[in-house]
């Protein structure tokens, strides 16, 4: 029997010897589609050239990068009937890198770090144990013209990237956890009259320490020309592997001061706490979206935590609209990250700069060759406070099979 090939979900955002392990893979699957021919073999190949420069960066950089418009994947997925309306699932997905053929989106990635899980589905909903989906993944990829795009999609180049500069470090993502959770129980309701809901909890799987986990919720919305969405999530423990013992670093910022040059760095975040809620609107002519995310990060008892409360906040505006072949995309988002304090009584000096704030716009057009291929071209501009603007530009193509 053939392997069926099939679309799977747009997904982030996230030097191996990838073809031997995807040949060897392969072939496993083709082994267990004689006896089962519901397994597929599918994925993501998005790749761009273009010129980079973010905000606070030193120079431009021309590149070949991979991942524009979706972090490229492949993977197996397969569902068995079980009979009753019982089904057994499984999914097995990895993030590469096809500019250079390297696995992951990164080199630490681990291997399946887009999906590793095995579970049950039927009329009560989903059910899955492993690696797959943190909370914030739906919503955001949803509630934004750019879709899963870490390089481009305002929304998550501030809150799920780390590029561009301020004046005291690297911009931090400011979303802790990412897209994906590891050690990870998840439960997805039916779809009850257009409204979805899902149930999160990671373990931090460290011995006396049952408290060091994450959880969270969310909630998907879609009647007529409205979609809702919105989630919870409190995170502790970094993905998809982390080893640290005790309390781990969730989230970090280092205010500055703007009068010596002098920085702070603060002790990173045992914990953080995130909303979001958002909404699309599709008038025909165009689709209009809005989000608005507040992460709240807990320092670690002593000093910084008795004189500093740091919070991020995050407003996303966009729109797309139908042109010709494709679509046109629009999206602007502000982030202000703030840590408050009396620095003047704790640090003892004036000119601090414990507000930062981040504008990031970008401009695309993705033009559909047939229904697995298209084109896209992208114009991003980027500014920082205190650092001067950087503007990027790309064209790529991504073909799904």
């Known amino acids: 029997m053939k392997i069926r090939k099939t679309n799977r979900r747009i997904a982030p955002a996230r030097s191996s010897r990838l073809p031997g392990i995807f040949g ?34 030193a120079g431009r950089t021309g590149v070949v990068n991979s991942s524009g418009m979706t972090t490229s994947w492949w993977g197996l997925k397969g569902v068995e009937d079980l009979g009753g309306g019982l089904k057994a699932q499984f999914n097995l997905t990895s993030f590469f890198r096809p500019d250079t053929g390297g696995a992951g989106r990164y080199d630490a990635d681990t291997l399946f770090s887009r999906d590793a899980n095995v579970g049950l589905g039927g009329a009560f909903g989903r059910l899955s144990l492993g690696r797959d989906l943190a909370p914030n993944f739906i919503p955001s990829v949803s ?54 809901a899902s149930a999160f909890y990671q373990f931090g799987e460290q011995a006396g320490n049952a408290g060091k986990n994450n959880i969270g919720v969310n909630a998907m919305y879609s009647n007529g020309p409205a979609t809702l969405g919105a989630y919870y999530q409190r995170v502790k423990v970094n993905n998809p592997v982390d ?3 005790g309390d781990s670093g969730v989230f970090s910022f280092t205010p500055y001061n703007s009068q010596t040059g002098a920085i702070y760095r603060l002790t990173p975040a045992r914990e953080q706490g995130t909303w ?13 979206f809005a989000t608005y995310q507040h992460s709240s990060n807990a320092l670690p008892d002593g000093f910084d935590s008795a004189h500093f409360k740091l919070q991020s906040g995050t407003l996303q505006l966009g729109a797309s609209a139908p042109l010709m072949q494709g679509t ?32 990031t716009v970008s401009l695309g057009y993705d033009y ?10 992208v114009a991003m501009y980027d500014k920082i406070t205190d650092q001067a603007g950087g503007t990027s530009f790309a064209v790529g193509a991504r073909h799904k099979f």
Do not use: H
């Open 24 to 57: 060897l893979l392969a072939l496993s699957a083709a082994s267990c589609a004689y006896a089962d021919p519901s397994v597929q073999i599918t994925g993501v190949v998005d790749t761009y050239a273009g010129s980079l420069k973010r905000s606070g960066e």
């Open 143 to 196: 509630l934004n013209p750019f879709g899963g795009s870490f390089a481009f999609a305002p929304l998550l180049v501030q809150t799920q990237a780390s590029s561009g500069y301020t004046r005291g470090q690297k911009w931090a993502a400011t979303e802790a956890g990412d897209t994906g959770w590891s050690n990870e129980i998840m439960y997805v309701t039916p779809n009850l009259g257009g409204l979805v």
């Open 243 to 245: 080893n640290a013992a």
């Open 276 to 288: 979001f809620v958002g909404g699309a609107y599709d008038l025909r002519v165009a689709r209009l």
């Open 328 to 359: 046109a995309m629009l999206s602007w988002a502000r982030t202000t990250v703030k840590a408050d304090g009396d620095y003047r009584a704790s640090l003892g000096s004036d000119g601090w700069q414990s507000t930062v704030r981040r504008d």
């Open 368 to 377: 559909l060759l047939s229904r697995r291929t298209d084109l896209y071209a």
